[in-house]
């Protein structure tokens, strides 16, 4: 088989995944498709919104589409570590100490209101994200596959939160938003959910051990030298930015390469082009980055400076 073919299969399966999870979810096809170019590159993904416009409904449709492990932790400022990735107990009946799994370790995990937590418990969360992996009563335990953390916050109510620091958000693979849906599209939703409930009738369309196999096939997305440069160059204009004190880090270059790779499969193509890159920059790149104090002072958000950046560098041409 081709690598063409494989891409074509990987567009079927995508689209069969976007088919299914459109039938609860209304109108958000862009984010479900950065979704799977999230889960393709065995990343994670931050929701920065206001409550209540479908973050929770959007991850469980996409775990039951793909028939994985689902569990949502809602995180609180007294959750421990040991409540996200599970307990050492002595079991009286059996005279020995058993482990009793956290919902951590699953395959597609929501962690709803990530800021709430304290840096302590948030840790935890960033070692499993990381490594694959967490640890309890000094073992170490590998974490299922596929692994996906979807972690939400809400940009509104920041009193009582810790804020996730640079290094911890630089993990994040993409920072999306949901936004309001249209009039039409809210008309949509009552008519859907008026006498039924979608989510339970959602059956599994794609199966682990394709998605394993499509995680691998992204990775031989071809990249020209040429478009290799552009993506190191629209980085490098993020470290040299007047709007900007902190730019981007080489952990943010290889996320943007990877995610091109992976939107670019799900174009239908065995190879990048500068749009790709241009597609993915702002949920990739926006998150990476910290703004000097006059650009906050002034109101500048992160994406309109990537946008600005992407205006300013050079596209390269076919010769």
């Known amino acids: 088989m081709t690598q063409t073919d494989d891409i074509k299969q990987l567009q079927e399966a995508v689209r069969v995944v976007r088919q299914s999870v459109g039938r609860v ?7 479900i498709d950065l979704l799977m170019v999230a889960l393709l590159c065995e990343g994670h993904v ?6 209540g416009i479908g973050k929770t409904t959007l991850a469980k449709s996409l775990a039951r589409s793909l028939g994985c492990s689902f569990q949502r932790i809602q995180f609180t400022p007294d959750l421990l570590p040991s409540d996200i ?12 100490f058993e482990f009793r799994p956290g ?8 962690a709803d209101e990530i800021n709430r937590a304290t840096p302590r418990t948030q840790s935890a969360l960033l070692e499993a994200m990381e490594e694959r992996q ?16 979807i972690a939400t916050q809400n940009p509104v109510e920041l009193e009582g939160t810790f804020p996730l620091p640079e290094a911890q ?16 599209e809210e008309r949509l939703i009552l008519q859907r959910f008026k006498e039924a409930q979608p989510l339970e009738e959602l059956q599994p369309v794609l199966s682990t051990e394709w998605l394993l196999k499509l995680q691998k096939l992204i990775r031989r997305i071809h990249v020209e030298p040429s478009v290799e440069s552009y993506i190191i160059e629209l980085v490098a204009a993020t470290r040299t930015h007047n709007s900007i004190e902190l730019g981007v880090s080489p952990r943010g270059t290889l996320a ?10 799900l174009q239908g193509r065995t190879y990048i082009i500068p749009d790709d890159v241009k597609h993915v920059a702002v949920p990739v790149l926006s998150h990476r980055m910290i703004a000097t104090s006059q650009t906050r002072l002034h109101g500048q958000v992160m ?3 990537i946008e600005e950046i992407l205006q300013s560098v050079a596209v390269p041409v076919e010769s």
């Open 169 to 184: 958000l630089d993990r994040f693979l993409l920072r999306l938003r949901l936004h309001y849906p249209s009039k039409d």
């Open 46 to 51: 931050l929701f920065e919104d206001v409550p």
């Open 85 to 96: 990735t599970g307990i050492t107990f002595y079991n009286q009946k059996k005279g020995e």
């Open 303 to 305: 994406e309109q400076i």
């Open 256 to 265: 943007l390469y990877r995610a091109s790779q992976a939107y670019a499969a």
């Open 103 to 110: 919902p951590l370790l699953t395959q597609i995990v929501l």
């Open 134 to 149: 967490v640890s309890v009563e000094r073992e170490t335990l590998k974490l299922p596959r596929p692994f996906m953390v």
């Open 25 to 31: 979810i209304v109108g958000k096809e862009e984010v």
